[in-house]
C-alpha cells in the first residue's frame, strides 16, 4: 500500500440520511447487535452476489491481508447468512474471505482454520453489505504515522510492523520518517488542512522552521508537491543584484520578517528566507496586476515572479494573443512625427564641433521615451472589449524590470469563445489574433542528425581542446563529480565527465572528420605529442616514474587526460533551446568558453550539407542582407562557398552551437522582439519572449 492510498473517507452525517435509509440502518445495527459471534470452518463460507463490493480487490493490499491474517487472525468478524446448500453467503466481509482462500491455496491454512462470523436472515443479507461499506473508513494517515511510530519505540522493525498490521516495509519506512516532521503540520494532517503528498515533499528539509515557514508561505498553485519540495531545499541565495529583492526592497522584506546572513566576503549577505521574498514579490505583482486590469478592463489579472512561457505546465494552461496592430489617432501620429523631426535636428546637430553631446542625449531620451508613451497607449487600445471581457493580463519580472503581458488566455475558457460565431464577434476577433496554437507558423526546418551529431563533436572537441590547456578547471570538474557519486549517490544529474579510462576524441573525429584539420584538434595533437615525449620507456607497466613528478605536473597531465573524455556529440537538438551538444554548456561557462575562437562554419562542415534556404537564413541573422539574398540565386555549392567567404568575416556561429545565455545576431525584425525577452527565457530560451509595451495605463 503507498502512502498516497491511505486516504480517509468522510463520513455521511446523520442529519443527511433518508428517514427511510436511517431505520433500515437502525434495523440492521440492531440484528447484528443481537447476533451472537459463532466460530465456522473457512470452507463452509462463500461468496455472494448480495455482496455490494463488486470490484476485485487490488492483488497487492489482498496479499498485505492476507498476511496480516496469518500473523494475528481474522480481527473482525463476516457477515454471513445461510444459504440453501448448508453453505454460509458472506455479506459483510468479501475481502477477508479472498484472503483467507489466498492462504488456503498457498496451504498456509486448512479447511477447518476457524472464522468468526455472526449470522443473520437471508432477506437482511443486503442491507448489512450496504450498510457496512458505507460505513467503512480507511485508516487515517495521521493515525497510521502516530501508531506505526508508537510500536517503533518499542523496538519493533519496520517489516515487523508492517507484518502485523498489513502493510509494506516500504510503507511503514515512509511513515516513521513523516513522523519527525514539525507536530505543527501533524496536526494539520489529522484535520486534513494538508494532504499526505504535500507532507511527503516538505520532508525533503529535516529543519522543522524550514518546513513551517515553506507552508505558511506558500499558496495556490506554489502548494503542488513539487514547489513545496523545491521551495523546501533551496538553499540561501545571494542578495546582490536580486530582481526579487530589489523590486520589494530590502525594506519592506525586513519588516515583513525576512532576514539575511552576511559574511566577510559580501556587503550584501544572503537572503534567508527564500520563500517570504517570492511569496511579498508574488503579492506586489498581483495587485500591480489587479490595477492594470482594473484600470484597462481585462477580465482577470496575475502576477508572478516568472512570464508566461510558451511549453510545459504554462502550455497547458494558457494561450497567448497575438498583440493587434496598434492605431494611433491623427493627433497621435502628428505628435510622433514631430518627434521625430526633433530627433533628426538633435542628430544633425551631434555633428557639429561644438556640440553638448550630453544635453542632447538627454534631449533624444526625452523624446524616445514620448514616442514610447504614445505606441504604448495606442498598442493598448488595439484590444478589443470582447477579447479583455474573457483574457487576461500577466505581471512579472523580466531582466529586473517590471514586464506586462496582455492578451493572455485560459485554455479552459477556449471551448465557449469557438462557439460564440455570432452573438458577441469575439470569435471573429480571436481567429486573427491567436497564437500558432491555431494558424501555426511554418515548421522551422530542421537539420539532420548526421549534421547534428557532427556539429555538436565539433564543438565537444573544442571544449576539449580548451578545458586541456585550463587542468585546474578539469579538476574542479572531476573532484565534483567523484562527490557526487560518493555523498549523493541516489543523485539524478548525471557526471560532466565521462571517465571511462577512454578518450572519446577519436569518437568525435569519426563524427565529424572535417574537424581533423581544425583549430582544437591542431592544439590536441600538439598536446598529446608534447606529453608523449614525456613519458619514459614502458612508463605503462608501473607508476614509480610519476612520483617523481611535482603535483602542477601531475594535475596538467591528469587536466589533459580528463578532458579528452568529455563527450557532449548527440544525434538531435536538444527539446529546449534546440542545441547541439547542450550538455557541454556548463563546462563552457566554466571556461568562459567561446566557440568562435576555435570553430567557425565552412562549406565543408556546415554550409554544404543545409539547404539554401537555411544558407540564407544563417547570412541574414549574420547582418548579411545582401549575401542573403544572393545565394538564393544561386547553384546549391557556390551559396555554400559565398556564404563560407561572407560569414568568415564575422562572428557568427549557428544559433544551435550557441549557449543558451547567448543572444545571435538578429535581422532587425527580430531584434526588438529579442530586447524584450524575459530573465527566465534569457536562461532557458524557451519562455514567452514579451512582445508588447510594458506600458501600465494610468
Given at each position: 500500500?503507498?502512502?498516497?492510498?491511505?486516504?480517509?473517507?468522510?463520513?455521511?452525517?446523520?442529519?443527511?440520511?433518508?428517514?427511510?435509509k436511517?431505520?433500515?440502518?437502525?434495523?440492521?445495527?440492531?440484528?447484528?447487535?443481537?447476533?451472537?459471534?459463532?466460530?465456522?470452518?473457512?470452507s463452509?463460507?462463500?461468496?455472494?452476489?448480495?455482496?455490494?463490493?463488486?470490484?476485485?480487490?487490488?492483488?497487492?493490499?489482498?496479499q498485505?491481508?492476507?498476511?496480516?491474517?496469518?500473523?494475528?487472525?481474522?480481527?473482525?468478524?463476516?457477515v454471513?447468512?445461510?444459504?440453501?446448500?448448508g453453505?454460509?453467503?458472506?455479506?459483510?466481509?468479501?475481502?477477508?474471505?479472498?484472503?483467507?482462500?489466498?492462504?488456503?491455496?498457498?496451504?498456509?491454512?486448512?479447511?477447518?482454520?476457524?472464522?468468526?462470523?455472526?449470522?443473520?436472515?437471508?432477506?437482511?443479507?443486503?442491507?448489512?453489505?450496504?450498510?457496512?461499506?458505507s460505513?467503512?473508513?480507511?485508516?487515517?494517515?495521521?493515525?497510521?504515522?502516530?501508531?506505526?511510530?508508537?510500536?517503533?519505540?518499542?523496538?519493533?522493525?519496520?517489516?515487523?510492523?508492517?507484518?502485523?498490521?498489513?502493510?509494506?516495509?516500504?510503507?511503514?519506512?515512509?511513515?516513521?520518517?513523516?513522523?519527525?516532521?514539525?507536530?505543527?503540520?501533524?496536526?494539520?494532517?489529522?484535520?486534513?488542512?494538508?494532504?499526505?503528498?504535500?507532507?511527503?515533499?516538505?520532508?525533503?528539509?529535516?529543519?522543522?522552521?524550514?518546513?513551517?515557514?515553506?507552508?505558511?508561505?506558500?499558496?495556490?498553485?506554489?502548494r503542488?508537491?513539487?514547489?513545496?519540495?523545491d521551495a523546501?531545499?533551496?538553499?540561501?541565495?545571494?542578495?546582490?543584484?536580486?530582481?526579487?529583492?530589489?523590486?520589494?526592497?530590502?525594506?519592506?522584506?525586513?519588516?515583513?520578517?525576512?532576514?539575511?546572513?552576511?559574511?566577510?566576503?559580501?556587503?550584501?549577505?544572503?537572503i534567508?528566507?527564500?520563500?517570504?521574498?517570492?511569496?511579498?514579490?508574488?503579492?506586489?505583482?498581483?495587485?500591480?496586476?489587479?490595477?492594470?486590469?482594473?484600470?484597462?478592463?481585462?477580465?482577470?489579472?496575475?502576477?508572478?515572479?516568472?512570464?508566461?512561457?510558451?511549453?510545459?505546465?504554462?502550455?497547458?494552461?494558457?494561450?497567448?494573443?497575438?498583440?493587434?496592430?496598434?492605431?494611433m489617432?491623427?493627433?497621435?501620429?502628428?505628435?510622433?512625427?514631430?518627434?521625430?523631426?526633433?530627433?533628426?535636428?538633435?542628430?544633425?546637430?551631434?555633428?557639429?564641433?561644438?556640440?553638448?553631446f550630453?544635453?542632447?542625449?538627454?534631449?533624444?531620451a526625452?523624446c524616445?521615451?514620448?514616442?514610447?508613451?504614445?505606441?504604448?497607449?495606442?498598442?493598448?487600445?488595439a484590444?478589443?472589449?470582447?477579447?479583455?471581457?474573457?483574457?487576461?493580463?500577466?505581471?512579472?519580472?523580466?531582466?529586473?524590470?517590471?514586464?506586462?503581458?496582455?492578451?493572455?488566455?485560459?485554455?479552459?475558457?477556449?471551448?465557449?469563445?469557438?462557439?460564440?460565431?455570432d452573438?458577441?464577434?469575439?470569435?471573429?476577433?480571436?481567429?486573427?489574433?491567436?497564437?500558432?496554437?491555431?494558424?501555426?507558423?511554418?515548421?522551422?526546418?530542421?537539420?539532420?542528425?548526421?549534421?547534428?551529431?557532427?556539429?555538436?563533436?565539433?564543438?565537444?572537441?573544442?571544449?576539449?581542446?580548451?578545458?586541456?590547456?585550463?587542468?585546474?578547471?578539469?579538476?574542479?570538474?572531476?573532484?565534483?563529480?567523484?562527490?557526487?557519486?560518493?555523498?549523493?549517490?541516489?543523485?539524478?544529474?548525471?557526471?560532466?565527465?565521462?571517465?571511462?579510462?577512454?578518450?572519446?576524441t577519436?569518437?568525435?573525429?569519426?563524427?565529424?572528420?572535417?574537424?581533423?584539420?581544425?583549430l582544437?584538434?591542431?592544439?590536441?595533437?600538439?598536446?598529446?605529442?608534447?606529453?608523449?615525449?614525456?613519458?619514459?620507456?614502458?612508463?605503462?607497466?608501473?607508476?614509480?616514474?610519476?612520483?617523481?613528478w611535482?603535483?602542477?605536473q601531475?594535475?596538467?597531465?591528469?587536466?589533459?587526460?580528463?578532458?579528452?573524455?568529455?563527450?557532449?556529440a548527440?544525434?538531435?537538438?536538444?527539446?529546449k533551446?534546440?542545441?547541439?551538444?547542450?550538455?557541454?554548456?556548463?563546462?563552457?561557462?566554466?571556461?568562459?568558453?567561446?566557440?568562435?575562437?576555435?570553430?567557425q562554419?565552412?562549406?565543408?562542415?556546415?554550409?554544404?550539407?543545409?539547404?539554401?534556404?537555411?544558407?540564407?537564413?544563417?547570412?541574414?541573422?549574420?547582418?548579411?542582407?545582401?549575401?542573403?539574398?544572393?545565394?538564393?540565386?544561386?547553384?546549391?555549392?557556390?551559396?555554400?562557398?559565398?556564404?563560407?567567404?561572407?560569414?568568415?568575416?564575422?562572428?557568427?556561429?549557428?544559433?544551435?552551437?550557441?549557449?543558451?545565455?547567448?543572444?545571435?545576431?538578429?535581422?532587425?525584425?527580430?531584434?526588438v522582439?529579442?530586447?524584450?525577452?524575459?530573465?527566465?527565457?534569457?536562461?532557458?530560451?524557451?519562455a514567452?519572449?514579451?512582445?508588447?509595451?510594458?506600458?501600465?495605463?494610468?
Open positions: 500500500m503507498s502512502v498516497t492510498e491511505s486516504k480517509a473517507v468522510s463520513k455521511a452525517s446523520k442529519s443527511t440520511r433518508s428517514p427511510k436511517a431505520a433500515v440502518t437502525e434495523a440492521v445495527e440492531q440484528a447484528l447487535a443481537n447476533a451472537p459471534v459463532e466460530m465456522v470452518p473457512v463452509q463460507l462463500v461468496h455472494i452476489a448480495q455482496n455490494v463490493r463488486k470490484h476485485k480487490p487490488d492483488p497487492e493490499k489482498l498485505e491481508l492476507a498476511a496480516s491474517i496469518l500473523s494475528v487472525g481474522v480481527l473482525q468478524n463476516l454471513v447468512c445461510p444459504m440453501p446448500d453453505m454460509l453467503g458472506v455479506a459483510a466481509g468479501g475481502r477477508r474471505l479472498s484472503a483467507l482462500h489466498l492462504l488456503l491455496e498457498a496451504g498456509s491454512l486448512t479447511a477447518v482454520y476457524p472464522v468468526p462470523v455472526k449470522i443473520v436472515e437471508p432477506g437482511m443479507a443486503m442491507y448489512v453489505s450496504e450498510t457496512e461499506n460505513k467503512r473508513e480507511n485508516m487515517h494517515p495521521a493515525d497510521q504515522i502516530a501508531a506505526f511510530a508508537k510500536m517503533s519505540e518499542t523496538g519493533d522493525t519496520a517489516a515487523q510492523i508492517g507484518s502485523v498490521l498489513g502493510y509494506t516495509t516500504k510503507h511503514v519506512h515512509k511513515c516513521l520518517r513523516l513522523a519527525g516532521m514539525a507536530p505543527a503540520l501533524l496536526a494539520e494532517l489529522a484535520e486534513d488542512s494538508i494532504n499526505l503528498d504535500q507532507l511527503q515533499a516538505l520532508s525533503a528539509t529535516e529543519d522543522h522552521e524550514r518546513q513551517l515557514d515553506v507552508w505558511k508561505n506558500a499558496y495556490g498553485i506554489y503542488t508537491p513539487r514547489e513545496l519540495r523546501a531545499v533551496m538553499k540561501e541565495v545571494a542578495a546582490e543584484g536580486n530582481s526579487c529583492l530589489m523590486f520589494v526592497g530590502r525594506d519592506a522584506y525586513e519588516q515583513a520578517g525576512g532576514g539575511f546572513t552576511v559574511d566577510l566576503f559580501t556587503d550584501e549577505g544572503f534567508r528566507d527564500t520563500v517570504l521574498l517570492a511569496t511579498l514579490t508574488r503579492e506586489k505583482l498581483t495587485g500591480i496586476a489587479e490595477s492594470v486590469a482594473q484600470a484597462e478592463g481585462w477580465s482577470w489579472a496575475l502576477g508572478r515572479p516568472d512570464g508566461i512561457s510558451t511549453y510545459g505546465e504554462d502550455a497547458e494552461n494558457y494561450l497567448l494573443l497575438k498583440q493587434p496592430e496598434p492605431v489617432t491623427g493627433e497621435e501620429q502628428a505628435r510622433v512625427d514631430a518627434l521625430d523631426k526633433q530627433l533628426g535636428e538633435l542628430s544633425e546637430r551631434s555633428e557639429q564641433d561644438q556640440a553638448d550630453e544635453t542632447m542625449d538627454y534631449a533624444e526625452k524616445q521615451a514620448k514616442i514610447k508613451e504614445i505606441e504604448g497607449d495606442a498598442a493598448i487600445r484590444w478589443s472589449d470582447d477579447v479583455r471581457a474573457k483574457a487576461g493580463v500577466v505581471v512579472s519580472l523580466s531582466r529586473g524590470e517590471l514586464s506586462v503581458r496582455r492578451g493572455v488566455m485560459k485554455r479552459c475558457d477556449l471551448p465557449e469563445i469557438v462557439g460564440d460565431t452573438k458577441t464577434g469575439v470569435n471573429q476577433h480571436l481567429s486573427s489574433i491567436r497564437t500558432e496554437d491555431i494558424d501555426a507558423a511554418p515548421e522551422k526546418k530542421s537539420l539532420s542528425a548526421v549534421l547534428v551529431k557532427s556539429l555538436s563533436s565539433e564543438r565537444t572537441l573544442a571544449v576539449q581542446a580548451a578545458l586541456a590547456e585550463q587542468p585546474q578547471m578539469a579538476l574542479v570538474i572531476f573532484v565534483h563529480d567523484c562527490l557526487k557519486s560518493t555523498f549523493d549517490h541516489r543523485s539524478y544529474t548525471l557526471s560532466t565527465l565521462k571517465v571511462t579510462l577512454h578518450a572519446k577519436g569518437l568525435m573525429l569519426d563524427n565529424a572528420p572535417t574537424s581533423a584539420d581544425g582544437a584538434m591542431q592544439h590536441l595533437t600538439a598536446m598529446h605529442e608534447a606529453w608523449q615525449k614525456l613519458l619514459p620507456e614502458d612508463w605503462h607497466k608501473s607508476w614509480d616514474w610519476l612520483l617523481t611535482d603535483t602542477p601531475l594535475i596538467a597531465i591528469m587536466g589533459y587526460c580528463l578532458a579528452k573524455t568529455l563527450d557532449g548527440s544525434e538531435r537538438l536538444s527539446d533551446g534546440g542545441k547541439a551538444g547542450k550538455d557541454l554548456e556548463p563546462v563552457e561557462a566554466l571556461l568562459n568558453f567561446t566557440l568562435r575562437d576555435w570553430w562554419p565552412t562549406k565543408a562542415n556546415f554550409f554544404g550539407r543545409i539547404s539554401k534556404e537555411l544558407i540564407s537564413d544563417s547570412l541574414s541573422q549574420a547582418a548579411l542582407g545582401g549575401a542573403s539574398r544572393d545565394v538564393l540565386k544561386m547553384k546549391k555549392g557556390d551559396a555554400a562557398e559565398r556564404a563560407e567567404e561572407d560569414i568568415s568575416k564575422t562572428r557568427w556561429v549557428p544559433d544551435c552551437l550557441l549557449p543558451v545565455t547567448d543572444t545571435p545576431v538578429l535581422p532587425e525584425s527580430d531584434a522582439t529579442a530586447a524584450d525577452s524575459d530573465e527566465s527565457t534569457a536562461a532557458t530560451q524557451d514567452e519572449t514579451p512582445s508588447e509595451s510594458t506600458h501600465i495605463a494610468a
